[in-house]
Structure formats: C-alpha cells, structure tokens
C-alpha cells in the first residue's frame, strides 16, 4: 500500500521558516522523482519544487532561491526546506510521486497547511 504522509505545516511570519518533511511507503522511492506542489485559495495547484532520482532538482520562478528541495534515500523521504517565507506562499502542500523523469504524477499525499502572516 502506497503512503504518502506530509508533516511540518504550520503558521509562521513573512520572513520565517518552515521544513516540510514528507515519508513515503510501498513504492521503490530511491527510483521515482519527488515532488511538492501547492494550492492557495481559488487558484490552481501548482508545481513548488521537484527532485530526480539522480538529484536534479527544479524550482517554480517564485520561490527559487528560497526554497530548497532535498532527499533522503535511505529514509524514504523528501523534504522541503521554506526560507524568507512570504504571505504569498500560503497554501496547502502535497508531496507528489511520479515514476518518470518530468510530470506523470500518480500518487499523491494528502497536504499539510502552510500560513505565512504578513
């Protein structure tokens, strides 16, 4: 059975930090690309950050250099480190799972809410 369980939402302040952690079952997640998107309020999912089997990893234009993605093999996990926090990156954050290289995402958790106060 696949699982994907988000942690470390919360509230924090424009200019704070956060490390989103999320812990992956049942797949060979050393092989798949990760990856975590965001849904503000009225808008669309969008994809935050993705990371390769082989590392390469790829940043939306609004958070590059803020945030980082980055994982652990060993522990089946994927983490997302938020710097410099803004309001704008309120939203819920799904970690994602894809046996490709680029899109094709087939397993999904089930997100944890981030709120950044302005």
């Known amino acids: 059975q696949v699982q994907l369980v988000e942690s470390g939402g919360g509230l924090v302040q424009a200019g704070g930090s956060l490390r989103l952690s999320c812990a992956a079952s049942?797949?060979?997640?050393?092989?798949?690309?990760m990856a975590w998107y965001r849904q503000a309020p009225g808008k669309q999912r969008e994809l935050v950050a993705a990371?390769?089997?082989?590392?390469?990893?790829n940043y939306a234009d609004s958070v590059k250099g803020r945030f980082t993605i980055s994982r652990d093999n060993a522990e089946n996990t994927v983490y997302l480190q938020m710097n410099s926090l803004k309001a704008e990156d309120t939203g819920v954050y799904y970690c994602?799972?894809?046996?490709?290289?680029?899109?094709?995402?087939?397993?999904w958790g089930q997100g944890t809410q981030v709120t950044v106060s302005s």
């Open positions: 049942g797949m060979a997640f050393s092989l798949r690309t």
């Open positions: 994602a799972s894809s046996p490709r290289r680029l899109g094709g995402y087939d397993y």
């Open positions: 990371i390769t089997s082989g590392g390469s990893t």
